[in-house]
């Protein structure tokens, strides 16, 4: 089955130490996201690739990067991770070429990360 | 601007309907979106409809929206305690068609 696969679906990382968040896809689409959710609260986007265009929303911190080496992948970094990165990571894809309705979003499980 | 709103908290009794409301107040929404989360899960698509719909059933599912009041709800008959999650109502925009707008989500709770 095409599908959004995200991996690890745990992360436990040190205050401070860089760390590396993978996204991949099966669905062919051109877009990609990347969520942070916190407990209780709506996801909240931080960047997405539309194609090979990275948009960073405004009020995304620089301590998260993003990488998209090919149409299948994208990577989160966070370059020094704080104990308030602590959340849930949710990789999400989209496409004009949808059969459903255009740009619908389709969500891998997450990955929830700790910071100790 | 953009908002979308939901009620945070739903209590219903096993084999009821849940009924899960949201507003939003940007008219300019192409589609709407109600995803479902289980704990420690991603979003799960439920269902959709368009803007110029008035309403959509999908087996145990019906949404309904309301343009003019720019009401959204979302329906669920004989509500099972698989049905335990958290529902966001999300918009995606005419202005911006990539990228969707998601309400604060309901946690709904199923009493036995």
């Known amino acids: 089955d095409a599908m959004v696969i995200q991996n690890p679906r745990y992360q436990v990382t040190q205050f401070g130490k860089p760390v590396t968040l993978s996204c991949s896809q099966t669905l062919n689409h051109n877009v990609m996201y990347w969520y942070q959710q916190k407990s209780s609260q709506a996801p909240k986007l931080l960047f997405h690739?539309?194609?090979?265009?990275?948009?960073n929303e405004a009020d995304t911190p620089d301590n998260f990067q993003s990488r998209r080496p090919n149409t299948s992948f994208c990577f989160l970094d966070i370059r020094s991770p704080g104990l308030g990165d602590a959340a849930m990571y949710l990789c999400?894809?989209?496409?004009?070429?949808?059969?459903?309705?255009?740009?619908?979003?389709?969500f891998g499980p997450g990955t929830r990360l700790t910071v100790l | 601007g953009e908002d979308v709103e939901q009620s945070l908290f739903l209590s219903v009794r096993e084999g009821d309907s849940s009924v899960i409301n949201c507003t939003y107040t940007?008219?300019?929404?192409?589609?709407l979106y109600w995803y479902k989360q289980e704990p420690g899960a991603g979003l799960q698509l439920l269902t959709y409809i368009f803007s110029n719909m008035d309403m959509k059933q999908d087996q145990r599912l019906t949404v309904l929206l309301n343009k003019k009041d720019k009401h959204l709800s979302l329906r669920i008959a004989d509500t099972q305690t698989g049905d335990s999650a958290i529902y966001f109502c999300?918009?995606?925009?005419?202005?911006?068609?990539?990228?969707?707008?998601f309400g604060s989500g309901t946690r709904l709770s199923i009493r036995p």
């Open positions: 940007d008219s300019s929404s192409t589609y």
């Open positions: 690739y539309y194609d090979k265009d990275f948009n």
């Open positions: 999400a894809t989209s496409s004009a070429r949808d059969s459903r309705p255009h740009w619908t979003q389709y």
């Open positions: 999300a918009e995606s925009l005419y202005s911006s068609a990539s990228k969707i707008i």
